[in-house]
């Protein structure tokens, strides 16, 4: 039998600063357009159709936010536990409402089908990450929680296409 590859120490330490350098370097532009928006009275993208779309940027907001505070600060202590509940409660509405997001019948791209692959993911590394945590598997607790902030921070940079909510949010902060 194989041992499957694990990465290196040294790789999952490297990849903690980058995911968090990734996700602020979304945060930014997104929050800058938001608040553009808003202070200029603009509707945003998605407040006219699709119910959904609303909460899910917003928790997705916060779920990128307080995964990079995660990231940052220590972990093991009782602070890291509360924060990493109530991200895994933002991961899993993400999840349940990235499912829920329905297009016009015959408009389904590529794209959508890549959300919903991310949602999917999302569903079933989320109880692997809780279960690893409570069962003190810190190895696979923490490669399945940088898996599953890999899955948001891959949703979130195709969020940044033009013709989706939020990158028709930035473009709109130069028209």
């Known amino acids: 039998m194989t041992a499957i590859a694990q990465p290196s120490r040294r790789a999952r330490i490297l990849l903690q600063p980058i995911f968090l350098w990734s996700a602020l370097g979304m945060l930014a532009p997104i929050l800058l357009a938001l608040a553009a928006a808003l202070l200029r009275g603009r509707a945003l993208p998605w407040q006219f159709h699709m119910p959904w779309v609303s909460p899910h940027i917003a928790v997705a907001l916060l779920a990128l936010g307080l ?8 972990k093991g202590d009782r602070r890291h536990r509360l924060m990493g509940y109530a991200w895994c409660a933002l991961m899993g509405v993400i999840g349940v409402s990235g499912l829920m997001i329905q297009l016009e019948p015959g408009h389904v ?41 890999a899955c948001l921070l891959n949703a979130g940079a195709l ?17």
Request: charged content about 10%.
């Open 109 to 149: 791209t590529l794209i959508h089908r890549l959300s919903s692959l991310f949602a999917a993911a999302d569903l079933i590394l989320l109880p692997m990450v809780i279960w690893a945590a409570r069962t003190g598997r810190p190895r696979l607790h923490r490669g399945a929680a940088l898996g599953l902030f």
């Open 159 to 175: 969020a940044f296409i033009p013709q989706r909510a939020v990158g028709a949010l930035i473009l709109g902060l130069f028209h």
């Open 67 to 74: 995964g990079a505070l995660q990231l940052g600060l220590p």
